[in-house]
């Protein structure tokens, strides 16, 4: 199992980094989790740098892809070796989520169409501007697309992946992990609050 976080230029450490950590509490053989990148380097908004864990061509051909936001996410929009390239993501076969400005990549993508989506503040207006209805929430899904609004909304998109892949049970278990020492319960609770309208309905046991 293969999910990647796309990763660009002037990226926001908190919408990618947060989410890699939570999604790589799932300690299995099968299941890895990269920083996927235009080129061998990004470096951040405040400066730090990462090096390519995977390709965005491999991201395209991951189980699930998460678009992570920064400064340039205009700029990328409109860069068409990008754009081309990201043109291969395909929700009838992986699951997609997109982080702040990451909405609108998949916007321009064309994969919002007649769905929603939650996006910051900043962000808003362009996403708007492409045609997509803005929720004042902080985390939406349809089918295998989902988006959310807000950096530390992040851990919302991580939690959604993991159940859809591994299970609610696997899903909690990170998310446990990783909230505050004594909110631990609420955390949890407000995660599945948001997120639980938008999985699927569980299957009935066969009597």
């Not at 293969?2 to 099968?30: C, M, P, Q, W």
């Not at 908004?45 to 400064?71: F, H, K, P």
């Not at 989506?117 to 962000?123: E, F, I, S, V």
């Amino acid at each position: 199992m293969h999910i990647a976080i796309l990763t660009f230029e002037g990226y926001n450490e908190l919408d990618s980094l947060i989410a890699l950590g939570v999604l790589n509490r799932i300690k299995t053989d099968d299941w890895r989790v990269t920083i996927a990148t235009p080129g061998p380097k990004v470096t951040s908004r405040n400066g730090v740098v990462i090096e390519q864990m995977s390709t965005l061509e491999e991201a395209c051909a991951a189980d699930a892809v998460i678009v992570g936001s920064g400064i340039a996410t205009r700029e990328v929009v409109e860069d068409p070796a990008i754009m081309n390239i990201l043109r291969g993501l395909d929700p009838s076969r992986q699951l997609i989520a997109a982080q702040c400005s990451g909405a609108l990549v998949l916007a321009r993508l064309g994969l919002l169409d007649d769905i929603p989506a939650c996006t910051d503040l900043t962000t808003k207006p362009w996403v708007v501007a492409a045609g997509v209805e803005v929720l004042n929430q902080p985390f939406y899904a349809k089918d295998n697309i989902a988006t959310a609004g807000g950096c530390l909304a992040s851990h919302y998109l991580a939690t959604w992946i993991i159940a859809r892949l591994e299970g609610n049970d696997a899903a909690e278990s990170a998310l446990h992990y990783v909230a505050p020492v004594g909110e631990k319960e609420e955390y949890i609770e407000r995660t599945w609050r948001n997120i639980t309208p938008y999985l699927p309905a569980p299957t009935p046991a066969l009597v």
